[in-house]
């Protein structure tokens, strides 16, 4: 557990970078729009391309710069020319994703991930920015109220201080009765995650009489060191997605050497990238949470025919995917921001040479 993964000459991961030229030939750049703001924003841009094995997604956030794109850039290559390895189930279970709304718009969020009695679980943003503690349980106590048999998380992307987030979890603990499956990033960084899971011990917050759990979001994807959160015992399970985490065989690699429970999640993707999550939740040996592939539903429109909208509270995986030649028509961004991402494509791809050359010598 002392290396940094990508120090480490592991299984399958040395590959043949393709040439952007060759990453180009089936290229193309769609902006998706949300259906609710998420992040803050209302469309989802996304570069989808064509390898010999299928397509891939490279869809860093607009803010991103080339160091962090380039694992983006890496996670898409490897959908196309490399593969995923071989599925140890067929379906997986998908959690709701609830942005910040208010509570009036809870109900028709929910029915989006499909009938909401064969909801597992429900994530639900927290500690959004202009927003107080009050929207945040009017939130969980709707979702409770449609929901009651669902587990209830809260996400609040650290936006919490320690002193913030004590009190805040006491509340929706209370609001969610039993339900409370985890608090995902209720702080930023490492050491104050750690630091709030004693104060919680401390103050007796719980659910189902256990100390209330503890997930790393950020502190994982965003950190130079994945596992150092495990190694700090920082959380009690970690949130991985494959885009920042380089791939599906990357991630399965850190969430063995975190030896933590994992609940995979997307990065808000196109259908084609929420192929890679399912492939990566098809993989891991132990699942023993619901996974938070869902967000399609959170797109009005998508890639593919047939979205990977969960259904009795469950996403077959599906292996390929094919996206509509009609929709990447239709969705198609202009040709000033085509140049942009072309842009994004080769810095990203300079970062990514560079590292595997490292790697390689
Ligand atoms: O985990 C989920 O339910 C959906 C994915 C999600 O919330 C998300 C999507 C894009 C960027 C950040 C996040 C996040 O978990 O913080
Ligand atoms: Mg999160």
Avoid at 258 to 266: K, M, N, Y
């Amino acid at each position: 557990m002392d290396d940094h993964p990508a120090g480490r000459a592991g299984r399958n991961l040395s590959w043949q970078l393709p040439e952007v030229e060759e990453i180009l030939v089936q290229a193309h750049v769609v902006s998706l729009p949300l259906r609710t703001r998420f992040r803050g924003q209302t469309r989802r841009e996304a570069m989808l391309f064509r390898g010999p094995l299928g397509w891939g997604e490279f869809s860093p956030f607009p803010e991103y710069q080339a160091g962090e794109s380039a694992q983006w850039l890496r996670a898409g290559i490897e959908a196309g020319w490399q593969g995923w390895g071989e599925p140890l189930r067929r379906h997986i279970p998908i959690n709701a994703t609830m942005p910040a709304v208010p509570p009036e718009q809870v109900e028709s969020v929910l029915t989006r991930f499909g009938a909401v009695d064969s909801i597992p679980a429900v994530k639900i943003k927290v500690a959004e920015p202009g927003q107080t503690l009050e929207d945040d349980v009017a939130r969980f106590r709707e979702v409770r109220r449609l929901v009651p048999h669902a587990g209830l998380r809260a996400d609040a992307n650290g936006g919490w201080s320690l002193a913030e987030a004590v009190p805040a979890l006491e509340r929706l603990a209370e609001v969610a009765g039993g339900n409370f499956e985890y608090a995902e990033q209720p702080v930023a960084g490492v050491e104050p995650l750690a630091q709030l899971r004693e104060a919680l011990a401390d103050a007796g917050v719980s659910s189902s009489g256990s100390p209330l759990r503890i997930a790393a979001d950020e502190a994982v994807r965003k950190a130079e060191d994945p596992l150092r959160v495990a190694r700090l015992g920082a959380a009690d399970l970690i949130v991985v997605k494959v885009p920042p985490l380089g791939g599906v065989e990357r991630a399965l690699q850190i969430v063995e050497q975190a030896g933590l429970d994992a609940v995979v999640s997307s990065a808000l993707d196109t259908s084609v990238g929420l192929a890679a999550g399912l492939a990566l939740a098809a993989r891991l040996p132990h699942l023993p949470y619901a996974c938070g592939l869902g967000t399609a539903a959170l797109f009005e429109h998508d890639v593919l025919e047939d979205p990977l909208i969960p259904s009795a509270g469950l996403l077959a995986v599906p292996g390929a995917v094919e996206p509509s030649p009609e929709m990447l028509r239709r969705h198609r961004v202009s040709p000033e921001r085509e140049q942009w991402w072309i842009a994004r494509l080769r810095a990203a791809h300079q970062v990514l040479a560079a590292e595997l050359l490292g790697l390689r010598a």
